[in-house]
């Protein structure tokens, strides 16, 4: 009696099983689809702290002057809220294989310190409009660590600071909406505001951020293997040979491990803008 059998389907069930144990062990394989899961779920942090800083949450000094929506005053740029240049932080993810760190860090500010208005503090157009331009660079960094800034006069023996609170102020400072002095002055401009931006930051990325990356992962794993494990598959058939299905086995799982690591790879270069 001579056998002959068409293993070619279970050949290739078994080779993407095998192939989806040892690639997803893979370091290259792990950045691909951890990169790529955190490119999309970083988008949507971008996306939920742009609505809650418009919706009134207090992490608005983490956005550039003049900000659609979120940072209304006047000023020489008006960058949309979900826009890079908007944000002043940028997200980084270290790391090699399943070994990764999230964290952040400040970018400067690049737009004018919005000039005061008559409304909201009592000076008279022509004195607003004889003050100078100048760039807050790192305010980001100072309101979110609650650093004091000192104020000196540089180019002028007096300072003129605004009156947004005429509390203390003489009749004459409130009849002019500002006061003169001398300095240095010693301020906390993110007094009210400090480590809100933190604490906004790691609740997204220790909560659901995690869960959106875990679910974009599991999607990647399946989309790559899951369709050769459940593929119907036929070949001929032939004389069962010792060895032959072994080999079919190891053929298979390194075609379907191959084609994973490119889909991978190609997503993380379309994550990355490449």
């Known amino acids: 009696m001579r056998l002959s059998v068409d293993l070619t389907g279970v050949a290739a069930m078994l080779g993407s099983g095998l192939a989806m144990t040892d690639t997803v062990m893979d370091k290259q394989y792990q950045d691909a689809i951890i990169d790529a899961a955190y490119h999309s779920v970083n988008e949507t942090f971008n996306s939920e702290a742009a609505a809650y800083a418009a919706a009134g949450g207090a992490i608005r000094h983490m956005f550039e002057w003049g900000t659609v929506g979120i940072n209304r005053k006047r000023t020489n740029k008006r960058p949309l809220p979900n826009s890079e240049a908007a944000r002043l932080w940028t997200n980084h993810l270290q790391g090699v294989g399943l070994s990764k760190t999230l964290t952040y860090t400040f970018k400067p500010s690049l737009a004018f310190v919005p000039k005061p208005t008559k409304r909201d503090t009592g000076m008279d157009v022509e004195t607003i409009e004889m003050l100078r331009d100048h760039v807050f660079t790192w305010k980001a960094m100072v309101m979110e660590t609650g650093a004091s800034v000192t104020v000196r006069p540089v180019n002028a023996k007096m300072l003129l600071m605004p009156l947004y609170d005429?509390?203390?102020?003489?009749?004459?400072?409130?009849?002019?909406?500002?006061?003169?002095?001398?300095?240095?002055?010693?301020?906390?401009?993110?007094?009210?505001?400090?480590?809100?931006?933190?604490?906004?930051?790691?609740?997204?990325?220790?909560?659901?951020?995690?869960?959106?990356?875990?679910?974009?992962?599991?999607?990647q794993i399946e989309t790559d293997f899951m369709p050769a494990i459940y593929q119907q598959k036929r070949g001929n058939i032939r004389p069962a040979v010792p060895g032959s299905f072994t080999k079919m086995v190891e053929e298979e799982k390194r075609r379907v491990s191959a084609i994973a690591k490119k889909k991978a790879k190609t997503r993380g270069r379309i994550d990355d803008g490449q």
């Open 166 to 219: 005429a509390t203390g102020a003489s009749t004459r400072d409130r009849q002019r909406g500002y006061r003169l002095g001398r300095g240095p002055y010693t301020f906390e401009p993110g007094a009210k505001v400090a480590g809100n931006f933190t604490t906004f930051w790691a609740a997204f990325w220790e909560g659901r951020g995690q869960g959106l990356m875990n679910e974009s992962i599991e999607s």
